[in-house]
């Protein structure tokens, strides 16, 4: 069965460049979710969209920002990255089932993201 | 607020022992949604399991089953006969019902290390 698709895997930049992260979902799901996981740390979510409109926002810091587009995938972008920026940073995606139910979110491989 | 916690930081076992991952936690919502991922050491989050606020049955999947008691608070997770390959970090997760935010909140994870 076709997955998230995360590209790329790995990533280095240096402090003060800018990243952008893809997300492909699985076909027909209609909500994407970005999580960053720090080393030894849970996933913490931060942005949401659902049918290419942002649905829910976490603690993103404000140099980031995301989008979805028409095709459902999704990207991050990151400018002025910091030391702190480093993670593993995943992509999930999920079909409403309803809008009064919760859907199960199927995670990416994920991007390591390494800031020198 | 909504709260997953995860008392047990790492646990260690022989192979073919059985193990409980237990998972405690808060939600002032009646409708809300329970899950289980698996971490193994290659990084990906790998979906084992979602359980309903409305629904208490547990269930037994091959050498997994899950303990879904409210009155508790609790989500716990068996492994029986575990077995190398079952090394891994397990994340505990909540989400609200209701489709207003369908984030997950994670806890802080339990490490299972599978001994030969």
């Known amino acids: 069965a076709a997955g998230v698709i995360q590209s790329p895997r790995h990533l280095i930049k240096e402090k003060r460049e800018t990243a952008t992260l893809k997300c492909y979902p699985i076909p027909r799901h209609d909500t994407v979710y970005w999580y960053q996981q720090g080393p030894g740390q849970d996933p913490q979510f931060l942005i949401s969209f659902y049918e290419k409109m942002q649905s829910d926002k976490g603690s993103i810091p404000d140099r980031f920002s995301a989008q979805q587009f028409s095709d459902y995938h999704s990207e991050l972008n990151m400018s002025s990255l910091e030391l702190g920026d480093s993670a593993l940073y995943f992509c999930?995606?999920?079909?409403?089932?309803?809008?009064?139910?919760?859907?199960?979110?199927?995670f990416g491989p994920g991007t390591r993201l390494t800031v020198l | 607020a909504q709260k997953v916690t995860q008392a047990q930081t790492e646990i260690s076992v022989v192979e073919k022992e059985d193990v409980t991952l237990d998972c405690v936690y808060e939600?002032?919502?009646?409708?809300?949604?329970l899950f289980w991922y698996k971490q193994p050491p290659s990084g990906e989050l790998v979906f084992l399991i979602r359980r309903n606020s409305f629904d208490e049955q547990n269930e037994i999947s091959g050498r997994y089953s899950w303990n879904f008691q409210k009155s508790t608070s609790s989500f716990n997770f068996t492994i029986t006969a575990s077995q190398v390959v079952d090394s891994a970090v397990y994340f505990c997760a909540l989400s609200q019902g209701g489709g207003a935010t369908n984030k997950l909140i994670f806890g802080t994870g339990t490490l299972l290390a599978v001994q030969p």
């Open positions: 999930a995606s999920s079909a409403r089932d309803s809008p009064q139910l919760v859907d199960t979110q199927y």
């Open positions: 939600t002032r919502d009646t409708t809300y949604y």
